[in-house]
């Protein structure tokens, strides 16, 4: 049964920075591309970050391109959303999912078992 454990949210004011975490159990990590998705008040499940198994593919949402980062440890089962310059638009649950799509307006989402509960980041003015 696969578990999926993200960490990290918390309250920043404008311009701070976050760093999420997101373990994962139950499946070969170092096999499994793996995301991050926001959703804010009111507002659908929106894709963040995507990352290959590999490491080799990596893609943003435009709207945190050049802000955010994600990465990995697969020694771990780990990945990472590290986030600077966060903007108050930046508040939103953030979920950590295996397998996501790669192309940021994909309408897929991952079936259900393969989310995390979510960690809440709210980022003040």
């Known amino acids: 049964q696969v578990q999926v454990a993200e960490s990290g949210g918390g309250l920043v004011q404008a311009g701070g920075s976050l760093r999420l975490s997101c373990e994962v159990s139950?499946?070969?990590?170092?096999?499994?591309?793996m995301g991050w998705y926001r959703q804010a008040p009111g507002k659908k499940r929106e894709f963040v970050a995507a990352?290959?198994?590999?490491?080799?593919?990596?893609n943003y949402h435009g709207n945190v391109k050049g802000r955010f980062t994600i990465s990995r440890d697969n020694a771990k089962n780990t990945v990472y959303l590290q986030m600077n310059h966060l903007k108050p638009e930046d508040t939103a649950i953030y979920f950590c999912v295996v397998g996501p799509p790669h192309a940021p307006d994909s309408t897929y989402l991952p079936s259900d078992e393969l989310w995390g509960q979510g960690t809440t980041v709210t980022v003040s003015s």
């Open positions: 139950g499946r070969t990590f170092n096999r499994d591309d």
């Open positions: 990352m290959s198994w590999s490491g080799s593919i990596i």
